[in-house]
């Protein structure tokens, strides 16, 4: 927790100060003397112990600072005025849109080598035919993204923030295929593998709603989802169930150690089930694309593997925070994502505020204990997200623990059994009943958010129109947390500060709008 929070403050601060290329050397110049500093002060030992711990928490700031200047100076590109010839790899299938197709393209040009930006063509029969790993050739002024025409968002820097650097639209008689002359990257490899994956679930016999949350559940894909299913499962307060997280992390690595038995009790081969298993996760995840929430978790279940392996004890909050820690170093952006925001948040709320609200009640019935259980962890996660999804969404569920109590155990069956149809998909009778079972399923989880959703005051409306106002509110629930855990009157002090702070701020923005 000591290197992520300054790594996240010197990404932010980063964001802030505009990312030039005189940042980055100006950076690069402070982090040479800062990290002589921790390294001999790390020498001299118990010493220095105090200029150790600030020198890594500086280092870490930088650190995070100068990646992120540094990966927005990649991406950000001065596109010449007049039109040009590009070629580019299509790195994803075609998404559809009202008017058009976007196609995902990797440009290949010696001037703008590895650059992303979106194309969007008509909706024709070539359009149709792209296929991830086809080279295209168009004609066109690509232009930097920008905030035209779109309202409450900022589209640029969403766009900036995910690697993509222009947009452009041309007719269809701007562009073409050209015949591939390489072979595909795993990349292009994985995304292939997904649609071959779900075609099967098709031939199956799933299909709609069901179709559509199988692959979102198994494989990532949701693409296939109609706007009208993903508001449906949002305003029901359950869209985190369509994510491949540590639900699934948890089934397979169940199925997997099952399959590894012969390891379990000797001593020195431990390791070869732990290798094996972690192996097969993380080629799982970079075949569904590693999106956030798996990658997080599969991190955090890899620090435990090998804490386990070495006989070490494993702290929750550290390997989440280790998770947060590799994920940004590697691609310092991810902070800006809302999955990861969403993930880590409920993550760690899970592991703050689950034993302090399980503990209010205690019950004798094990079946009771479960729901309670449930019941706790649902609203755990919920308090953590609560600020993040009223600033992102402008609303909140009001019967999310309605939901949750049933829609889980409920998921966990449909995570469970779309992994079984992969082992019996060559016996027809099992595959045909386990489509059936999924089938039934889905329609009867949809069927419990169609019914909360239909319930009077489903939804309330909020909004939190500033990003302080959610770092205020999230400093206001850990000093609250620090407060009930420690039993310390200051702690309650320092909450009720942030509060007046908040409240005088408003005052003045207030008046300096009038």
Not at 129 to 139: A, C
Request: hydrophobic fraction near 50%.
């Amino acid at each position: 927790m000591r290197l992520v929070i300054p790594l996240i403050g010197g990404i932010l601060i980063s964001d802030i100060i505009e990312n030039t290329g005189t940042l980055t050397e100006l950076l690069c110049c402070m982090l040479v003397p800062v990290l002589a500093m921790t390294f001999t002060s790390f020498l001299y030992g118990d010493k220095l112990a105090r200029l150790y711990g600030a020198g890594l928490s500086l280092s870490f700031f930088l650190i995070g600072a100068l990646l992120y200047s540094h990966s927005m100076e990649k991406v950000h590109v001065r596109w010449p005025d007049s039109k040009k010839s590009y070629t580019g790899i299509v790195t994803e299938w075609p998404f559809e849109r009202k008017a058009s197709y976007r196609l995902d393209l990797m440009l290949q040009d010696s001037c703008c080598y590895g650059k992303k930006i979106y194309l969007y063509v008509p909706k024709d029969s070539m359009a149709i035919s792209t296929e991830p790993g086809h080279r295209v050739l168009f004609y066109g002024s690509v232009k930097e993204p920008s905030n035209e025409g779109v309202i409450g968002f900022d589209y640029a820097s969403y766009l900036y923030r995910h690697g993509i650097s222009g947009t452009l639209w041309v007719p269809t008689d701007s562009w073409r295929q050209l015949p591939a002359s390489e072979k595909p990257g795993l990349r292009v490899k994985a995304v292939r593998m997904r649609r071959h994956m779900f075609e099967k679930y098709r031939e199956w016999g799933l299909d709609g709603d069901g179709l559509a949350i199988v692959a979102a559940v198994s494989l990532g894909e949701k693409r296939d989802m109609d706007d009208d299913l993903k508001e449906l499962y949002s305003d029901s307060g359950t869209s985190h169930l369509l994510a491949v997280s540590g639900l699934h992390v948890g089934i397979m690595c169940s199925f997997l150690y099952f399959l590894f038995p012969m390891f379990m009790n000797r001593r020195g081969l431990s390791w070869i089930r732990e290798l094996i298993v972690m192996t097969a996760m993380w080629g799982y995840a970079i075949l569904i694309g590693l999106p956030v929430s798996i990658t997080r978790s599969l991190v955090m279940f890899t620090t435990l593997s090998i804490c386990r392996t070495v006989g070490r004890e494993n702290s929750s909050i550290n390997s989440l925070a280790f998770a947060a820690t590799v994920m940004l170093l590697f691609d310092p952006t991810a902070l800006y994502d809302i999955g990861f925001q969403l993930s880590f948040s409920a993550v760690l709320s899970i592991l703050l505020f689950e034993p302090l609200i399980s503990g209010i009640l205690k019950f004798r019935s094990k079946i009771a204990m479960y729901v309670w259980n449930l019941i706790s962890v649902s609203t755990a996660a919920q308090i953590g997200t609560a600020p993040l999804v009223i600033y992102s969404f402008s609303g909140f569920p009001t019967y999310f623990l309605i939901t949750n109590l049933f829609a889980i155990p409920i998921m966990f069956v449909i995570v469970s059994l779309s992994m079984v149809l992969w082992g019996v998909c060559w016996i027809p009778v099992l595959r045909i009943v386990v489509v059936k079972l999924l089938s039934f399923l889905i329609y009867v989880i949809n069927g419990i958010m169609k019914l909360t959703v239909s319930l009077p005051a489903s939804r309330i409306e909020l909004t939190i129109d500033e990003p302080w106002k959610v770092w205020a509110i999230y400093a206001i629930m850990f000093l609250l947390y620090r407060w009930i855990v420690e039993k310390r009157i200051r702690r309650f002090v320092q909450a009720l500060s942030v509060v007046a702070i908040w409240c005088t701020v408003v005052l003045l923005l207030s008046f300096w709008a009038l």
